[in-house]
């Protein structure tokens, strides 16, 4: 069963067309990972499906209800939850208030600190921080502290922008260790990500975008396989 269904998504900056047309889907359960050089419209196409951009044609479903249905900044509460490039942490306020901030719309404290505890278990690092202000953490630690407060807000559909960006390989390593560890627990996933390798690695789909199209789907690890992405995204 698709949890998000995309059909003919177009999207315009004034007179340039950054996204023509594009079709994807992702079923309740999948990690999905969605590949492409910088400039592909791959950040244009999440902040569409969380109604940071408008779309200028094509539909967007989630979860069963059409675009349009749900104002933007109400889809948290129905589980559509984004972790954008750049982190977007609250700099000024501590770890633990971030990941308090990811569970605003709750009421149900006892569980949410449980949550707490179990992101802490997941990043040793933000329980040895959890007063320090946010904005004073490497970016690692950054990033993080943007994966715990998003699963603070019980995400149905989890989408990740550029989760490795700028970090080092260690940190990388442990972030896609969390993030394959958070599909397990059964949260559905769209990355979008530099490291073509490793996405599709902990990938069970994979869509290829170039010039705003997608160009190339399937599973990925014939993705992986496939000479033209080994060519272009994988230095091979």
């Known amino acids: ?23 994807f889907h992702i079923n309740q359960g999948e990690l999905v990972t969605l590949i492409g050089a910088n400039g592909a ?47 977007g942490i609250f700099a000024k306020l501590t770890v633990e208030e971030n990941l308090q901030m990811g569970a605003y719309y709750r009421n149900d404290p006892a569980a949410i600190q449980s949550e707490i505890e179990r992101v802490y278990e997941l990043f040793p690092r933000l329980k040895e921080r959890y007063k320090q202000l946010a904005g004073t953490l490497s970016g690692g630690e950054q990033q993080m502290v943007a994966m715990g407060r ?52 902990v990938s069970q789909r994979g869509y290829v975008m170039e010039s705003g199209k ?3 789907s399937g599973p990925a690890r014939e993705l992986l396989d496939d000479e033209r992405v080994r060519n272009a995204y994988l230095g091979e």
């Open 150 to 201: 998003a699963m603070l807000s019980k995400p149905k559909l989890l989408l990740l922008d550029e989760p490795s960006m700028g970090l080092a390989p260690i940190i990388v390593e442990k972030i896609f260790e969390i993030i394959q560890m958070i599909a397990k627990e059964g949260v559905t996933m769209l990355l979008v990500e530099q490291n073509a390798k490793l996405a599709l690695e």
């Open 41 to 87: 419209g791959k950040t244009t196409t999440l902040k569409t499906l969380v109604g940071m951009v408008k779309p200028s044609g094509g539909s967007i479903t989630y979860d069963g209800k059409a675009n349009g249905t749900i104002p933007s900044y109400d889809y948290v509460r129905h589980g559509l939850v984004m972790v954008p490039e750049g982190r």
């Open 1 to 23: 069963m698709s949890l998000l269904e995309v059909k003919n998504l177009q999207v315009a900056y004034g007179g340039i067309q950054a996204v023509k047309g594009v079709d």
């Open 214 to 216: 997608i160009t190339m």
